[in-house]
């Protein structure tokens, strides 16, 4: 039963690494996406408009003219 049970964990072992590099690559693919974001989101002097986002705003400007 001893070894049974060392074999099914020496073979558990590289599904827990595998894991464990999936959850830290997208850890730190999130990581980057959050420090880009922010680094982009700081300068206020970027003169992007804001997007308006409900159709009768977009149709307003061209019923003024």
Known sequence: MAALSSLTRSQDRPLRLATAFLGMFVLGSLAVQLVVSTSRGS????????????????????GER
Do not use: F, N
């Open 43 to 62: 300068s206020s002097d970027s003169g992007v408009a804001p997007v308006v986002a409900h159709p009768s705003t977009l149709w307003q400007t061209l």
